[in-house]
């Protein structure tokens, strides 16, 4: 199992890819300094709103739910389109615990890039500024370390599930890219941002509570999704059980498929 | 005993019928499968190594059904038709991660891969990534992931595919001397790679086993099926009615104004019977060859036999 585990975040490593997901988390980095660069004195709110939008928008919105979609179709399709998955599903290891093993080494590794992604993100917004001195961001006191402490926690729960229910639609889908984009842009593009209920069965809003429980005056970011945010919170809805239902249900949805289907890719050329 | 058992198996895909109704038992030593492309043989591989589920039908490999079985996958190497490799990295890293996969612990895992490249007579070039290796090379490592964890039953999907005489040479005196201690199924569309390794045959042909046993019963199978001798020459009209009246002969087809087709089950006795007409007719000859001495045709005459013989039973 450890063989897998550290063979797959090898390999991982050797994909072009994983160095265009790692450009990709450092992007907002420069939409970051472009602006400490272009104009060195900014207000509390100002500069509240923009690391806040920076993490929550393009990291957890954007950029996670991308590369997630990217690894999360390769991790067992890669290999089955390559002839390789024959070498793994032929040894000493239940076809879902290469499943597993994979999908461990690939949570892992994304967490770990998503974390270095928020470090340097908090080290590029706040490195050598006086937070005290530009005063209370929306009345609150400065809290920079323990927000970043609230993202690197949602982290791993926002990448194990964005990863579970890809990997899931690249085993149902004959077309897994498409069914995956089609999936992000309707579930967590547009519903997850609808004002009534349904928005609740995305990863998107799943998130948005955990960080939105943790941050205060986050909310203030999506004044026009207040009602939903206070509706979900007074209900104790949503956060990281949900994220945990999700990541579970679709491991254990994604276990079955793999171990009832085919997942070689047969030549078939007796007609 | 027998090691692989498969009964009454099916599989479709989709609408494209992959095995038809097989129903084969394979014993110990080295048996080699033969068909022409498309005959069934990777998907038979492939439901050997529950890699495949049958549509129709039981398999049991080493007294056991394959598919998701550890236990039984773990007692099989398995060498894959065509190039699936992850090219940037080295041979060694390759079957030492495989040995990994095995069950063994890191330095199990170096010395079983050690030994296995160093049998399959890679050591020299085991440092370098597979991308670098040439096609024989490449089907050497497979060989070699597949023998390091010592299984039992060694599945060896077109082997020989990519490697050159010598290489094929090599190849089929490593596979001999395997044999003494791993049983091997190994499959082929070229009869004469596997003639020199092994007695015990089986031939399929568009999903359906048409002939087995040892090499000299298949041949006796064979030297019944009728040859079809082409004769290029100017008048073919003129040399068919001249060979109509021999009982050797069994059919007779002009395909192309310059072309005779002679279909018989005595080729020599025909043989010399054109070549007298010949000479005594003074008919200009540019060709005499036989038609059908092609694999793929020994192929479709030995299913088309036993497809007939299976209609006429059922009838």
Sequence with gaps: MRALFNFTIRQTFCQKKIWFTLLLLILPVGLTLLPRILSPTQSANKMWNHYHIQVNSFIFMMILPLMCMLHGNALIGAD????????????????????????????????????????????A????????????????????????????????????????????????????????????????????????GIHVYSITHQIRAVTVKWIPNLSSLYQEFTEMQDEFIVN???????????????????????????????????? | MSIIKLDAISKWYGEVLGLNNLTVTIGHGITALVGPNGAGKSTLMGLIMGQIKPSKGAIQVLSQPPWNNPHVLSQIGYCPEGDPFWMNITGRYFVRFLAGLSGMNRRAANLAADEAIERTDMTRDMNRPIGTYSKGMRQRIKIAQALVHKPKLLVLDEPFTGADPVARSELA????????????????????EV???????LMIARGRLVATGDLRSLRRQMHHRPHIIRVRLDHPRNLASALSSLDAVSGLRVPSPDTLLVETTQPDMVYDRIHNLLIAGNMNVREIAPADENLE???????????????????
């Design chain 1, 80 to 123: 089955a389109e390559k002839g390789t998955l024959a070498y793994l599903l032929t040894r000493k290891l239940k076809r879902s615990k290469v499943l597993l093993v994979k999908f461990a080494a690939m949570v892992l590794l994304l967490t770990i890039m998503v974390c270095f992604a928020l470090l340097i993100q908090y080290i």
């Design chain 1, 125 to 196: 917004t706040f490195a050598g500024v006086n937070v005290e001195s530009l005063g209370k961001p929306h009345g609150q006191v400065w809290q920079p370390f323990s927000e970043l402490l609230a993202y690197l926690f949602v982290t791993p729960f926002a990448v194990a599930s964005y990863l579970s229910i890809f990997v899931l639609i690249s085993l149902v889908a004959s077309r897994p890219l498409m069914a995956s984009i089609m999936y992000a842009v309707i579930v967590e593009m547009f519903l997850a941002n609808l004002p009534v």
């Design chain 1, 236 to 271: 104790n809805h949503g956060g990281i059980g949900a994220l945990g239902a999700i990541i579970l249900v679709s491991l254990v949805l994604s276990c079955l498929l793999v171990s009832t289907r085919e997942l070689t890719v047969t030549k078939v050329d007796n007609d």
């Design chain 2, 173 to 192: 005196t490593l596979f001999r001397g395997l044999a003494d201690q791993v049983d091997i199924l190994v499959s082929s569309h070229v009869l004469h």
């Design chain 2, 195 to 201: 003639e020199g390794m092994t007695q015990q045959i």
């Design chain 2, 297 to 315: 045709a020994v192929f479709g005459y030995l299913t088309d036999r036993n497809g007939a013989s299976a209609d006429s039973s059922a009838n």
